[in-house]
């Protein structure tokens, strides 16, 4: 099963989400906040189960680059006036 696992700086460790069964995580470096994240998600899956929607087969993890400059919310911003 391919879960996603999104990794941010904090102040002093690093924070590891995984969106699809939210449960979050940390460590004070990459390695050791996404190994937290897996124990704490197997954990989790193991009690709880998988969310609905969610199967053991056919996942797809990728990522996609968003550029904002800022002509969306001027787009709207002009339709509700």
Do not use: F, W
Not at 18 to 36: F, H, M, T
Not at 48 to 53: D, I, R, S
């Amino acid at each position: 099963m391919k879960l996603t696992a999104i990794i941010k700086k904090g102040e002093k460790q690093y924070v590891a989400l995984c969106p699809e069964v939210d449960v979050v995580s940390q460590g004070y470096n990459i390695e050791e906040a996404l190994s937290n994240l897996k124990e704490a998600v197997d954990l989790h899956v193991e009690v709880m189960g998988l969310p609905e929607g969610i199967s053991d087969e056919g996942a797809m993890v990728t990522s996609i680059e968003v550029i904002n400059s800022g002509k969306a919310s001027k787009n709207i911003r002009q339709r509700t006036n």
